[in-house]
Every structure is written in structure tokens, then in C-alpha cells.
């Protein structure tokens, strides 16, 4: 039995966050309803990238079913209000204040039901200066702070996937599932709310502590750590770049004695501590960067796993999809299907199940809770 069977998810979603945290609710067994627009979620344009369907779109909506609503119409606001009157938890992205309007805002609906959890995912979240304001994930990794520390040295960067919508999406899920054990124990509900702004905020409490009290934000080093040395990539003799984590001084002894054969490195006063080798990173980097370039990958990898350091080949997107460790499943939609990594967690209920066409389940579902 899958843990979440019996529980039934109707959200009005859209895009990635939301879809993110019902994707889990699904695979733990519940059974969500996707409420989309006439036209359908926009995110089944992104692109063709999953053997022709939209990637996020496949990805982050196996295993729900689709109906599509015009919820100005009568007829449609009221198979809405029948299936949340009968759900055990509302989620909801659209712009702040939409839901209200709707006859669909937390406050109301669970007075009307005080059982019901309701989760609002937004972009800056229901209050506050910025709360009107259009949010998508990369604005959020610029309002953040994130872009500025990510990145080399010479241009901010953003992180290549949509950090914030997925962060966003997976803290739902949590919060969530943690109401959902409050309602079983209880019968009480809640009101979860989650905005991008906030997941990053949280996120990034090290470099804001550090601008607080140190008084400096780390900076943009690229493959390095700004605070651990050495912690970067380093290129060997044949090319191939591998990346190092020397995470105390005991693993820097053994980087030195074992794999750069260099001895009087382990003791020397510029590289025996951390704080050492930051502040003499250029030379600590310099030591590390002339014995890779001397060795192939594979007898630096040997050596590494020898002296039980931390290690990885810096992969491009191609040498991730032949990576040996990389677990997939089959998204299916329609006759056809694409491979996708397997769920990040491992679970005996982390199945996926079809990407549904839009308005697939509409006129089952309309039968269901019409009139």
C-alpha cells in the first residue's frame, strides 16, 4: 500500500512549483487532480524536448489526472467547489489574491471545512511589499542574492536549472506531508504557505551571515568553495577536469603525503589548517593544479580513493546521461514515452505514472462531482 492511498489533492496549478509538490503526493499514492485552464497549463509549451512533449510538463506531472476548467463559468466554479469540498488538500500557485476571488482563499475554505489543508505557493508570498509582483524562478535568484555568488569570478551566473521553483515545490511537500500527519492525529488542518522568495532567503543563510558579521558575502568563485581550500576542479595531464573536497586537516595530510607526494606540504604552517590554506589559496590551488597536471584521470582517481578523498569528473550534460549511477524510469504519455531519472527519493512507492493529456480525465471527473 502506497502511504498517501485514500488521500485525494485537487490543485490548481500551473508551471513548476506546484506541480513539483503535487509530482510528490502522487508518487507517495494520493490522488491529485490537476485543475488547468481551458488552453492548459502553459508549461506543456516549454518546449519538445521529451521525445516530442514538454519536459517539465512530462516530468512534473506523472501519475495525476487533468480537467480542464473555465472557473468564470457557473457550471465549472461549481465542480470546482465540489471536488475542494471533498479533497483533503487544496494547493494552489496563481497570482496572489486570484484564489480569493475565486471563492477558493485558505481563510474561507477552511471555515468551511477546518479539516481541509490548503497550501498557497507563491512568488514573494501573500504580504509584504513585493507580494503583487510577478515572480518567476530566475527574477528570485536575482532578488535573492544567489546569481551574485553564482558563477566565476568575472559575470553573475544563474544556476542552470529552476532552483527556486523546485526548492519551492519540494518545501510544500514537506510542509505538507507534516500537516497531513497533524490532520490524521488530529483532524485538524492547516494553512501552508510558501513563497520562491522565502525558499531562497532561507537558503541563503551562510553568505547573509556572513555579509552581516564577517562583513564581506563570500564571492563568485566558480568550481571552488569560498570558504574550504582545496575544494575545486583541477585539470589532469589527458584533460579531463576532477573535482576535489579536502574537508579537514587530517584530509589535507593525506592529499599531500598520498596523492601530490609532496610531504612537507602536510606540515608546512601556510596549508596545515583551513584558515591557512584560504588565505594562501592561490599557492594551496597552485601545488594541487601542478600534480593533477602531471598524472592521467585515472591514476589521480586511483590515488584519491586510496587516500579516501572526496572526488568527481566535472561532467558536461552528455557525460551525466551516460553516468554509471544514474537510475531512470519511463515517463509515458499518450502511445509514447521518454526516459527520466528516477524519483530522488527510494521508496517502494516511487512509481511514475502517465503524463496526462490535457482534459483527459475532464468528463470522468465532471460525472464524478457534477451535480
Given at each position: 500500500m502506497k502511504p498517501l492511498e485514500g488521500v485525494l489533492v485537487v490543485s490548481l496549478e500551473q508551471a513548476v512549483a506546484a506541480p513539483m509538490a503535487t509530482l510528490r503526493l502522487a508518487e507517495a499514492g494520493a490522488r491529485v487532480i490537476k485543475v488547468e485552464r481551458p488552453e492548459g497549463d502553459f508549461a506543456r509549451g516549454y518546449d519538445k524536448a521529451a521525445n516530442g512533449q514538454s519536459s517539465y510538463f512530462t516530468w512534473l506531472n506523472q501519475g495525476k489526472e487533468s480537467v480542464a476548467l473555465d472557473l468564470k463559468a457557473p457550471e465549472d466554479r461549481a465542480i470546482m467547489a465540489r471536488m475542494v469540498s471533498r479533497a483533503d488538500i487544496f494547493v494552489q500557485n496563481l497570482?496572489?489574491?486570484?484564489?480569493?476571488?475565486?471563492?477558493?482563499?485558505?481563510?474561507?475554505?477552511?471555515?468551511?471545512?477546518?479539516?481541509?489543508?490548503?497550501?498557497?505557493?507563491s512568488g514573494f508570498g501573500a504580504e509584504g511589499p513585493y507580494a503583487k509582483r510577478k515572480a518567476y524562478d530566475l527574477l528570485?535568484?536575482?532578488?535573492?542574492?544567489?546569481?551574485?555568488?553564482?558563477?566565476?569570478?568575472?559575470?553573475?551566473?544563474?544556476?542552470?536549472?529552476s532552483v527556486a521553483d523546485i526548492g519551492a515545490g519540494i518545501t510544500a511537500f514537506g510542509a505538507i506531508s507534516?500537516?497531513?500527519?497533524?490532520?490524521?492525529?488530529?483532524?485538524?488542518?492547516a494553512h501552508v504557505e510558501v513563497s520562491l522568495f522565502d525558499v531562497l532567503a532561507e537558503w541563503m543563510t551562510v553568505p547573509l551571515l556572513h555579509h552581516a558579521?564577517?562583513?564581506?558575502?563570500?564571492?563568485?568563485?566558480?568550481?571552488?568553495?569560498?570558504?574550504?581550500?582545496?575544494?575545486?576542479?583541477?585539470?589532469?595531464?589527458?584533460?579531463?577536469?576532477?573535482?576535489?573536497?579536502?574537508?579537514?586537516?587530517r584530509e589535507w595530510r593525506a592529499l599531500a603525503r598520498e596523492v601530490l607526494g609532496r610531504e612537507r606540504l602536510a606540515e608546512d604552517p601556510r596549508f596545515a589548517t583551513n584558515d591557512a590554506r584560504v588565505a594562501n589559496?592561490?599557492?594551496?590551488?597552485?601545488?594541487?593544479?601542478?600534480?593533477?597536471?602531471?598524472?592521467?584521470?585515472?591514476?589521480?582517481?586511483?590515488?584519491?580513493?586510496?587516500?579516501?578523498?572526496?572526488?568527481?569528473?566535472?561532467?558536461?550534460?552528455?557525460g551525466f546521461a551516460a553516468?554509471?549511477?544514474?537510475?531512470?524510469?519511463?515517463?509515458?504519455?499518450?502511445?509514447?514515452?521518454?526516459?527520466?531519472?528516477?524519483?530522488?527519493?527510494?521508496?517502494?512507492?516511487?512509481?511514475?505514472?502517465?503524463?496526462?493529456a490535457l482534459d483527459e480525465h475532464g468528463p470522468a471527473i465532471r460525472a464524478e462531482f457534477g451535480a
Open positions: 497570482a496572489v489574491g486570484a484564489a480569493g476571488r475565486l471563492g477558493l482563499g485558505a481563510t474561507e475554505l477552511r471555515a468551511a471545512d477546518p479539516r481541509l489543508i490548503v497550501c498557497d505557493i528570485i535568484q536575482a532578488e535573492s542574492g544567489l546569481a551574485s555568488i553564482s558563477g566565476g569570478p568575472g559575470e553573475i551566473g544563474r544556476v542552470g536549472v507534516a500537516a497531513l500527519v497533524r490532520q490524521a492525529r488530529t483532524g485538524l488542518g558579521y564577517l562583513g564581506k558575502a563570500p564571492g563568485r568563485v566558480g568550481l571552488a568553495h569560498p570558504s574550504i581550500a582545496p575544494y575545486g576542479a583541477f585539470a589532469a595531464a589527458d584533460g579531463r577536469l576532477i573535482l576535489i573536497s579536502v574537508q579537514s586537516d589559496r592561490a599557492e594551496t590551488d597552485a601545488a594541487v593544479a601542478a600534480a593533477f597536471g602531471a598524472q592521467k584521470f585515472e591514476a589521480i582517481r586511483a590515488a584519491l580513493d586510496d587516500a579516501r578523498i572526496a572526488w568527481g569528473e566535472v561532467n558536461d550534460v552528455a553516468h554509471p549511477h544514474l537510475r531512470r524510469v519511463l515517463a509515458t504519455f499518450g502511445d509514447s514515452g521518454a526516459e527520466l531519472p528516477a524519483a530522488a527519493a527510494r521508496a517502494d512507492w516511487a512509481a511514475p505514472g502517465r503524463a496526462p
